[in-house]
């Protein structure tokens, strides 16, 4: 079957070819069926590429070590539910997920505007298959997911232990969904650029790919973060990573366009800057591929690195040039329809929001890329940590938190002072009474965490008198009971609702954030059974020791030969809180060099950390059993000399017996952290909000609005 | 196996063929029906007018809770119903006829 792998992406590669021609032969020439079969080759593109997927994804789950991607990164002892995903695990199979991706994604987009806007998709058709020629020539040569070896190996190496989690298989489809989505609203300001159509039709056929991206990348971004916190043994969910980073910036300026595109639409303002920000954020995503994937980068989620720099570059290179010559070039037909009305309204809030959005971005990419330019100059190795990012993030996210409770109590075009009063009355005092409330429950030491968590209360004040001033609004016009006139309000003003939502989870996230990182306990303790660390107000003890052999029996399901951990009594002022089980897994390191028995648990160690999570707080263990104690290094030397292969197992039973039996003291981590529960549900909340806004109102409510609408406008100029 | 991969390799050619084909042969077989479609300027409009409409809600919404005095209220509103005439007698002029249905939201 890799011969089939093969000549789906050779033909891939042929369509696209094809579909650019012919797109570009059809905008060029007005000759509407060169257009349609452009647009007919992207759905072509998704149907081979889904085959090619499809082909394999049958490899990893037959476990076909034939190929060389399924020998390197699965093997007959990874579970099933990770043989699925370890598809995307190397370097060749998330190229493959990244242009099956895209071509899902853009099949979609352009099915839907398959009867408007024909100039312009004609264009962005040609660029969006651009994009899939450029991954599937990486496949075809330099990485390709069909390369096998002969003869096939008996046994894989199997998938990274660190990526055996439930949501490591969501986390990257979501983040490269969010990356591929990205880049149809570039390919569609790049058309309306080509096409000289710049009006906001572009925007409105697009906007909903631009959430769903923003939707996407947030999601995928948090699945990342509770994976580094609840399966990682380092404690935290954001360590201001390259990787981490490079899907946090496209979604820093997607939200940034979300907001500015609304002014377009209404005012027409604000043109050059919506079309930079979605090529910045299509640019930004590529840009993101490019430090997973070209192996620029020292980290966890660079695996596989191999030699995709310089085709990167180019394609950035080409994008970033692109951009700026349609830009400048178009700057005329660019120019704002308006102006600003006042710097009192809701524009200018917008306006506000999305420099600071911007300038969180600079910061990052500068953060991020700086050390890369640097080595590349000066050949030295320079890094920036968490306490530079800190620096800078944390006032301009303190302002931002602030903005979008502003925002919200402002009215378009222009807000009298008086009314303006008036609105920040409930926000403020929201806001004061958390101040009062925190000063008195001793919070003053830390004052940043204390300004968030008043510019929360804030934003909950505005975004709160807001739900309950359109619900009465809405009660005096139909006469509707409480919920149900909230119910309609949201229902028929989604956008606006929708979008309030998502400033409370904001909100909520960033005073978990706050909470977590200024107010966490941490200790780090060598303990043996019987002793006891105290972490804050809570008493953890190590009561007795946990040992599992072979895959079968892991409790974390996670493939690993030998699994030692604790049981960990956790008590607060003397009363039993929770029990807890930390362990860490060793894995088969496949290396016969290690010695029969040595190998089986000579691949990486990874901890499967415990916690008791609550709202006000966590209680967060890993352990790091010492397993090269001399008792237990004993038996695998012994085993080694000993035991053949196909007996090497019964030594690990051996292990952990004697681990029980007499265990050496472990190293534990314990930490105690508030409100990180808050960090999960104001992403749910967050991305609650964002469905709501990018669910599309029923087609007869639209046109009921519509009519209402219009027959409202001839009546009131009637009136005029 | 290989046999398979090339029979099923074939298939997926003639599909890809077929779909992408489909314009051009339904072009030449004189079956495909020039579809109406509006122009940009049309296109352009429905697309104004939609965004004032929604404009005219937001300003009543604004006004309903709190946000914009009666007097701004006013103000705003009547510029924004002149704005819509305006795009309205433009869309009529363009169709020579009744403004079409809107498919926005």
């Not at chain 1, 699945?223 to 969910?237: C, F, I, M, N, V």
């Not at chain 1, 120019?335 to 929001?353: M, P, T, V, Y």
């Amino acid at each position: 079957m890799p011969v089939l792998g093969r000549i789906c992406l050779l033909l891939a590669l042929v369509i696209c070819v094809y579909g650019i021609g012919a797109s570009l032969y059809g905008a060029r020439s007005g000759r509407v069926e060169f257009s349609d079969s452009g647009r007919r080759a992207v759905y072509a593109l998704a149907i081979v590429l889904t085959a090619a997927f499809a082909v394999l994804e049958v490899a990893f789950l037959r476990n076909d070590f034939a190929f060389n991607t399924v020998a390197d990164t699965s093997s007959r002892t990874t579970p099933t539910f990770y043989r699925a995903a370890a598809v995307w695990s190397s370097q060749e199979g998330s190229l493959l997920l990244w242009a099956w991706l895209l071509s899902l994604w853009s099949s979609l987009a352009l099915f839907l505007v398959r009867k408007r806007m024909r100039d312009i998709a004609a264009y962005a058709t040609a660029i969006l298959l651009g994009f899939g020629a450029f991954f599937i020539a990486l496949m075809i040569f330099y990485a390709t997911p069909f390369a096998t070896r002969s003869p096939a190996p008996v046994e894989g190496v199997g998938l990274d232990p660190l990526l055996r989690f439930p949501t490591m298989m969501i986390h990257p489809p979501m983040l490269y969904s969010g990356y591929t989505l990205c880049t149809i609203p570039l390919a569609f300001a790049m058309g309306a650029l080509i096409a000289r159509r710049v009006d906001a039709d572009w925007i409105r056929a697009t906007r909903r790919f631009a959430f769903a991206a923003w939707l996407f990348l947030g999601v995928g971004i948090l699945l990342g973060a509770r994976w580094s916190y609840a399966e990682l043994g380092w404690g935290g969910y954001w360590g201001w990573d390259a990787v981490e980073n490079a899907s946090l910036m496209p979604w820093l300026t997607g939200t940034a366009f979300l907001h500015s595109l609304m002014v377009q639409e209404k005012r027409g303002m604000l043109k050059v800057w919506n079309v930079s920000l979605v090529l910045a954020t299509g640019t930004l995503a590529i840009m993101g591929t490019f430090l997973v994937r070209s192996g620029v980068l020292n980290s966890i989620h660079a695996f596989g690195g191999a030699t995709l720099g310089v085709p990167f570059v180019t394609l950035i290179g080409v994008l970033i040039a692109g951009s700026i010559y349609l830009v400048v070039s178009r700057r005329e037909m660019l120019r704002s329809e308006h102006r600003l009305d006042s710097l009192l309204s809701r524009e200018s809030i917008f306006l506000a929001n999305n420099v600071v959005l911007v300038a969180l971005c600079f910061v990052i990419f500068w953060g991020t890329y700086f050390p890369l330019i640097s080595e590349a100059l000066t050949g030295n190795e320079a890094s920036v940590g968490p306490p530079w990012f800190d620096r800078y993030t944390v006032p301009l996210a303190l302002v931002l938190v602030l903005l979008s409770g502003i925002g919200p109590v402002i009215a378009w075009r222009r807000a009298t002072l008086a009314n303006a009063r008036r609105n920040f009355v409930a926000p403020l005092l929201s806001a004061l009474v958390a101040l009062v409330a925190l000063l008195a429950a001793g919070v003053s030491h830390k004052p940043f965490a204390l300004a968030m968590f008043c510019c929360a209360a804030f934003v909950l004040g505005a975004v709160g008198q807001e739900f309950v001033r359109g619900t009465l609004a809405r009660r005096a016009i139909a006469g509707e009971a409480p919920p149900v006139a909230l119910l309609a309000l949201v229902r028929r003003n989604r956008r606006r609702y929708g979008g309030y939502i998502v400033h409370i989870g904001i909100a909520v996230l960033f005073v978990g954030v706050a909470a977590s990182s200024s107010f966490q306990h941490a200790v780090e303790q060598r303990l043996s059974p019987g002793s006891s660390s105290r972490v804050g107000a809570y008493t953890l003890r190590y009561v007795r020791p946990t040992a599992t052999v072979t895959p079968k029996n892991d409790a974390a399901h996670t493939g690993s030969t030998l699994s030692l951990g604790a049981v960990v009594d956790v008590s607060k002022h003397g009363h039993h809180v929770a029990t807890l089980r930390p362990s860490e897994g060793f894995y088969d390191s496949g290396e016969p060099a290690q010695g029969t028995v040595g190998h089986l648990i000579g691949g990486q160690a990874v901890s499967h950390i415990s916690m008791s999570a609550g709202p006000t707080r966590d209680v967060w263990t890993a352990i790091a059993p010492d397993i090269s104690a001399p008792a237990l290094a004993r038996i695998v030397t012994i085993g080694n000399r000993t035991l053949p292969a196909d007996e090497a197992v019964v030594a690990l039973g051996f292990l952990a017996r004697a681990y029980l039996k007499n265990p050496p003291p472990a190293q534990f981590h314990f930490i105690v952290s508030p409100l990180v529960m808050w960090i999960w549900l104001g992403g749910l909340i967050v991305f609650g909000g964002g469905l709501i806004a990018i669910w599309p109102a029923p087609s007869a409510v639209r046109r009921r609005v519509a009519m209402r609408s219009r027959a409202r406008s001839a009546h009131g100029l009637a009136r005029a | 196996m290989q046999a398979v991969a090339v029979i099923l390799a074939f298939v997926l050619l003639a599909v890809v063929l077929f779909v992408i084909s489909g314009p051009l042969r339904a072009r030449r077989a004189g079956d495909a029906q020039e579809q109406t479609h509006p122009s940009f300027e049309q296109a352009e409009l429905e697309a104004a007018r939609e965004a004032k409409y929604r404009e005219i809600r937001d300003a009543e919404l604004d006004l309903r809770t709190g946000k914009l005095s009666r007097a701004d209220y006013e103000s705003i509103d009547g510029t924004l119903r002149a704005e819509a005439l305006k795009i309205l007698d433009r869309l009529r002029a363009l169709a020579g006829a009744e403004t079409p249905e809107t498919n926005g939201d």
